[in-house]
């Protein structure tokens, strides 16, 4: 399998799960600016959305979407820690924060990286998202992880995602829970390799 990523993206979260799942697999660099791959090939001719992650599969079938990503990952390698058993609430579980993460966080991190949006806006919608941020953390007072005490995808997931709060002037370093979480995912054999591999790390 090839993972179509870029460094500190939204493509991390698959990349961690991938190196928890100990499953194969190689990488590809795209320059989303550019929209050019590692290898100078045009990444709308790999992936008409023109976003990463991109999983391309043994048989040249392709998969997009990140979460999804990671759910199938887990499901091949059979990793039921990552992803539970298909029919239990357990993975109900996870896939209701993959769902939440990606609509509720995720998205709302767009329009702060947008230079075109004023000031003004950015303060409102930096507010909202500290008020998202703020419940996350609360629901992580009384467990290690988003559904308790093992490391799933989703908290792959919002690992990546609460770390793009220091390039968009989102402080959250007041919220000793999620903190707590980020160091203790963070310190993760996967997660260092996924960001040394990425170069979000000395190597």
Known sequence: MKLFFSPGACSLAPHIVLREAGLPFTLEKVDTARHLTAHGADY???????????????????????????????DRAQQRTLMPE?????????????????S???????????????????????????????????????????????????????FTVAGWSRFVALDLSDLRHLQRFLA?????????????AEGLLPA
């Open 86 to 102: 298909p029919g239990s609430l357990a993975r109900y579980r996870v896939m209701e924060w993959q769902n939440y993460i990606t």
């Open 184 to 196: 203790q995912v963070g310190e993760r054999p996967a997660v260092r390799e996924a960001m040394r």
């Open 104 to 158: 509720e966080l995720h998205k709302s991190f767009t329009p702060l990286f947008n230079g075109a949006l004023d000031g003004a806006a950015k303060s409102l919608l930096r507010a909202l998202l500290r008020k998202k941020f703020e419940w996350v953390d609360s629901r992580l007072s009384d467990s290690d992880f988003l559904t308790g005490e093992s490391f799933t995808a989703a908290d792959a997931y919002l």
């Open 44 to 74: 709308y001719a790999v992936n008409p959305k023109g976003q990463v992650p991109l999983l391309e599969l043994e048989d040249g079938q392709r998969l997009s979407e990140g979460p999804v990503i990671a759910q199938y990952i887990a």
